[in-house]
């Protein structure tokens, strides 16, 4: 493993098949993803103007370490390309080994789930703890893998559509949550022994005269007395 990869861990790369239909609820799942620290793959985020749509899109099914396919009532009653790409990733789902988590059905409601879908074990989004079994089973495939990502705290505890990401420090005492709208890096601590629970301890605005900043990815030396932040809108980082 290189210094780069050790500054900044991979993490775990997810595709996201999805509707146009919906794109607000995609949207949403993909923040609250992102401030879980995966590394989901969303179309009117990662591609560029320019570049061939479905060559990129064949690119990051067969990048990605999971596709979960986003299923609505609009989306598997609908012609349009989610269904190319729920091809896409049915073919490279053959080529995976036997019992590998690669392919999930995620449900945002009630829905049929389309023929070729069921032989997955599916997951409901609308269940109240629908969320918390993906991020279990992302977990499995990130540990099969190799990949490090946090471990999970409830997530309605530190969760909010405008954290790009989070960090949690080695001894699990500190959380850092990078508000990317905001511009600003939340400190929260982690109370296991007081009882559980978490408590705001610190906000740092990260915001210049005359500049805004835009926190995406946060790191922290082996000390963990310095925290780097990666600024992509401004090319910077932030020390």
Known sequence: MDTAEKVFPRRLRLFMCHSSADKSAVREFYCRLRSDDFDPWLDEKNLLPGEDWEREIRKAVRSADVVLACLSR???TSEGYVHKEIKIALDVAEEKPEGTIFLIPVRFEPCNVPERLRQWHWVDLFEERG???LVRALQSRASALGVAIPPTLPAHLFYAPSASSILIT??????????????????????????????????????????????QRLALNPDTNVLYVTDPLLDEIIV
Do not use: F, Q, W
């Not at 949550?177 to 605005?205: Q, R, S, Y």
């Open 131 to 133: 969320y918390e079994k």
């Open 170 to 215: 080695p001894d699990r005492r500190d959380i850092y949550c990078a508000d990317e709208i905001h511009g600003k890096i939340v400190v929260i601590e982690n109370m296991p022994d007081g009882g559980g629970g978490l408590k705001t301890k610190d906000i740092l605005d990260l915001n210049r005269s005359g500049s805004a900043a835009h926190p």
């Open 74 to 76: 609009a989306s598997v």
